[in-house]
């Protein structure tokens, strides 16, 4: 038992530094704990390909490549005829492979311990490493002797105590929001599609209490979370009306959502409880949901970043530009933060393109590769393009790691039934 926790929690470690990556006081700010991952990817993928006698990748993985190179080189195109310097998408290939050789790290580690790594147990140490981060964020608020551990090895915290953020560890502002969402996701897809669950209560309450716990302090450390954990919750209202193979929904599952809206009262009756007994939490809770309290009390379903945000659509103002960009990136050089508007300026319309079809292929890979995975893919496709209309970022990482990890319709042993080291897979 006690060797069981001690590597759950070394795992759950592992994938909580390539997720949410962080930078270390002892090492150049440059390198982070994602790169420190990928390098184990590396010497993992290069071990793997030494014993199966050939270095292969799948059909989709190359594919998937092929169009992070056009994208960046169509960056590079756009700088080079604008005369800029920024370089901020021009290297994207480089985070594409770093992010893939992450994801094969973080896979090779999952499977020193299981048998075949599958959609389930990476599901639950991604939920395990988002419980991990909101604990330590609270943690880092409310204990000094733990936040000034982490202020001795990790780079950052200084920053976001300036600006009144809550963070946990490599956890913080809209990037962890936009992570903590993915994984509300399939979370959620878990939940409604995997039957094994029915039968078992502990990994039922599992989910439920780290669908819970994310949705009410990852929304504390990221508002972006509510995203996620909003298309969690329609997907898991969606699964409970839809017809099934064989007729309706049955006792069994009808009891299953019963404990997940027991479980979240249950979260919620503890925050609330703080609210009014807790000024920290209170203070939390307030900009955690600040639009729900301003509906609440002013009718008005609004924020002050909002607000902020509205102001903030900056369109270019020649058809040059809106066709290839002028090469220039970020709030202070386009007066924006929007990520649609920033694309635009960067590597215009044919770029936003480009990089759109590289995510969509990427989730329609993934929708053949898994069972009962199209409405997570749509999630996720509608998550990817949500999130733009905030700001700028991907979630190729998620991606990343489905490409490596077993299919649900493959029979391969563990070695062989991961994207990354099947030369033709079936599916993908």
């Known amino acids: 038992m006690i060797r069981k926790l001690i590597v759950g929690s070394i795992l759950t470690l592992v994938v909580s530094l390539y997720v949410f990556p962080i930078s270390f006081t002892f090492l150049?700010?440059?390198?982070?704990?994602?790169?420190?991952?990928?390098?184990?990817?590396?010497?993992?993928?290069?071990?793997?390909?030494?014993?199966?006698?050939?270095?292969?990748l799948?059909?989709?993985?190359?594919?998937?490549?092929?169009?992070?190179?056009?994208?960046?080189?169509?960056?590079?195109?756009?700088?080079?005829?604008?005369?800029?310097?920024?370089?901020?998408?021009?290297?994207?290939?480089?985070?594409?492979?770093?992010?893939?050789a992450g994801a094969y790290g973080v896979y090779a580690a999952l499977r020193l311990a299981n048998e075949q790594?599958?959609?389930e147990i990476l599901v639950r140490y991604l939920a395990l490493a988002g419980v991990f981060q909101c604990v330590s964020a609270v943690l880092i608020d409310n204990n000094a002797g733990f936040s000034a551990f982490v202020d001795r090895f990790c780079v950052g915290p200084s920053y976001y105590r300036s600006i009144h953020r809550m963070y946990g560890i490599g956890a913080a502002l809209d990037p962890a929001g936009i992570r903590f969402s993915v994984i509300q996701v399939l979370n959620a897809h878990l939940f409604a599609t995997n039957t094994g669950l029915r039968s078992n209560s502990r990994k039922q309450l599992f989910l439920l209490l780290a669908f819970s716990v994310i949705l009410i302090i990852g929304s504390v450390i990221s508002r972006t979370t509510l995203v996620g954990s909003g298309l969690g919750l329609l997907y898991i209202g969606v699964s409970l009306v839809r017809l099934r193979k064989g007729g309706f929904i049955t006792l069994r599952m009808l009891q299953i959502y019963v404990t997940f809206l027991f479980a979240l009262a249950g979260v919620l009756g503890f925050s609330i409880y703080y609210y009014y007994n807790s000024l920290t939490y209170h203070e939390y809770l307030r900009f955690g949901f600040e639009a729900f309290f301003n509906w609440a009390e002013t009718g008005?379903?609004?924020?002050?970043?909002?607000?902020?945000?509205?102001?903030?659509?900056?369109?270019?103002?020649?058809?040059l530009t809106w066709l290839i960009g002028r090469g220039t990136f970020g709030v202070y050089q386009n007066d924006t933060d929007i990520g649609y508007c920033n694309f635009i300026f960067y590597c215009g319309i044919i770029g936003l393109v480009l990089f759109s079809v590289f995510f969509l292929y990427c989730h329609l890979v993934q929708n053949r590769k898994f069972k009962n995975f199209r409405a997570a893919s749509l999630m996720l496709v509608a998550l990817t393009f949500i999130v733009w209309v905030k700001v700028t970022t991907d979630i190729f990482f998620i991606d990343a790691l489905l490409f490596c990890i077993a299919g649900d319709d493959l029979s391969d042993v563990p070695d062989e039934g991961s994207e990354m080291s099947a030369a033709e897979p079936e599916h993908g």
């Not at 021009?90 to 770093?98: D, L, P």
Request: contains cysteine; aromatic residues 14%.
């Open 28 to 56: 150049p700010e440059s390198i982070n704990s994602k790169m420190i991952v990928a390098v184990f990817g590396i010497l993992a993928y290069v071990f793997d390909s030494l014993r199966r006698g050939s270095a292969e």
């Open 58 to 100: 799948s059909s989709s993985v190359l594919m998937a490549g092929l169009l992070s190179v056009i994208f960046s080189v169509w960056c590079l195109f756009s700088i080079t005829v604008s005369n800029t310097p920024d370089k901020t998408y021009v290297m994207y290939i480089v985070s594409f492979a770093t992010w893939l």
């Open 117 to 119: 790594v599958d959609m």
């Open 300 to 319: 008005e379903f609004r924020t002050n970043s909002g607000d902020h945000l509205q102001t903030m659509w900056v369109w270019p103002k020649d058809s």
